[in-house]
Nanobody
Framework: QVQLVESGGGLVQPGGSLRLSCAVS????????MGWYRQAPGKQREVVAL??????????NYADSVRCRFTFSRDNAKNTINLQMNSQNPEDTAVYYC?????????????WGQGTQVTVSS
């Protein structure tokens, strides 16, 4: 069973920065889709940043609300993915989940982390 463990959440003031990391217990080459979702109280889970590994090069899609503030990255050697969050505002408060999947080919599977709380408040 693949395990995803997030770290780096916490309390940050508006305008501040946090960096989330997700350690994956399997080779990154096992997945073609990876990224971060979040769920705020009373709201549905939404995508924050999603990287898709194509045959030539990967591409990352960001939610409009975080584009130019958040940056997705991955380290294949360390089997980790990261989310650098800058210029945070209270609307970024949510539980953040990392996500790894193999999609568009057989077999398909996906895995989620347990979530890490991010609170933006003064």
């Amino acid at each position: 069973q693949v395990q995803l463990v997030e770290s780096g959440g916490g309390l940050v003031q508006p305008g501040g920065s946090l960096r989330l990391s997700c350690a994956v217990s399997a080779s990154m080459h096992s997945f073609n889709t990876m990224g971060w979702y979040r769920q705020a109280p009373g709201k549905q889970r939404e995508v924050v940043a999603l990287f898709t590994d194509s045959a030539r090069e990967g591409s990352t899609n960001y939610a409009d609300s975080v584009r130019c503030r958040f940056t997705f990255s991955r380290d294949n050697a360390k089997n980790t993915i990261n989310l650098q969050m800058n210029s945070q505002n209270p609307e970024d408060t949510a539980v953040y989940y990392c996500y790894e999947a193999q999609l568009y080919m057989s077999p398909q599977y996906d895995y989620w982390g347990q979530g890490t709380q991010v609170t933006v408040s003064s």
